[in-house]
């Protein structure tokens, strides 16, 4: 008998899973509210992205002209296609001291693929992931970026 | 009252009247075919459609929204597409085959439109054997897919045939099973007898729980038998990029799609029919009232509003489950399906024998 009520649980078991997904795909085909697609050219206007959509890397600079990078190269070290790649310059500190520090963060945006590692690897928090996603041009080497404005320095602090 | 039956009963006499019987006999020949032509035409744009809208909104997206109001024009313009396509034959391909087959598939598609009753007195040939006919001649459409198959010269074309093989001969008994249980409770394989019995009710009601089990099991059958996902190994996508009709292009490949369909709308056509009292309308026992209410509802329109149903229902199965593999597909036929509906065919001729459905 044992053998039997096995089998019927396997029945009503699969049976009970099939109708625990039609219900989410009939919640769906009637709930239209919930459809994420975005009519993309027509709604350039009022265009959402969501928070994490990752568009390309960007260097954060304040009021001042001031980034955080602090030429460490974590990023460079993190990308798996060699994205990113850093120059480094020694600045001279009013102590007579030489100092590491950012000359040129070059992005090549045509080999980058959004995955987010140098975001998470820099300790300073110096670049983050931009929201814009028109990257098309008719050269291509107008993806080959620099990310840090001419003339920024280190903000003063930042290690 | 204005009822498909008047209108062919009117034509079929002024025909007869215009021309000699012969003569007469043979427009009306012209104009079924011309009918089932177009109905073909209209179901594969309907239903294509259909399905596109249906998946886009279980899968949260749009759909085709672009080619006319709504993208109701997009199937017109995917057909287009396909007309101007070049119908490509393979050199390796046995050619003779190769091009007989989307033909096969399609006629048979044909062939059980026959004894399908769309209307009230509307049924191009009711014959005694309806339901013997139907079930032996949709089992016929895996030769048209056989056919392509081995004639593609394919491997993926011949391994998807050869599943498509193995899963109608399967499927077909449960299919058949659940059929006969209805031909048990009325008592006759003739098509119009069986609706004429649901006269006071559909049999998915009046047969108590066995009926419903046995509705359940042939419309996960049929969806085998149409070679529909989730039992879509002839075809499977990923692994076998279009399965039998791989090497097909152009119109060809558009008459598999057609009989994809067209297949769709007929075994739920049968399906309504045994099940769903067919052109009936909802009749619920002896409330007089009610079901005089529900007479007003042309039979056409029900019939049409059961299929459509049906064919949803067949459509969210396929929106919804993975495709399985084929040892779990024998598995479910053979160790499921099959001992199931042959308890509940046996329950079904005890309530038929003690008179125990309503």
Redesign the interface.
Known sequence: MAFLTTYLKDVLGGVRSLLKGMKLTGYYFTHHKEIITQQYPDNKAELKLPERFRGEVIMLHDEKNEHACTGCTACELACPNGTIKIITKFDVTPEGKKKKALDTFIYHLELCTMCNLCIEACPTDAIKMAQNFEHSVYDRSKLTKKLNNPGSKIREGVE | MLSIENITHSIDAWLNSAFNPTVALLLEYLIVGLFAISLFAILGLVLVLMERK?SA??????GP?RVGPGGSLQTVADTLKLAMKEGLTPDGADKFLFNLAPYVVIAVAMMILAPIAFAKGTQLWDLNIGVLYITAVSSLSVIGILMAGWASNNKYSLLGAMRSGAQIVSYELSAGLSVISIVVLTGSLRISDIIASQQDGWWLFKGHVPAFIAFIIFIIAITAETNRAPFDLAEAESELTAGFHTEYSGMKFALFFLAEYVNIFIVCGIAATLFLGGWMPLHIGHWTAFNHVMDYIPSSLWFLGKIFTLIFVIM??R???PRLRIDQLLNLEWK?LLP?SIVNLLLITLIAIEGWHF
């Open positions: 249906v909104y279980m899968q949260v997206r749009l929204n969210w199965f929106w919804t489950f499921y199931i």
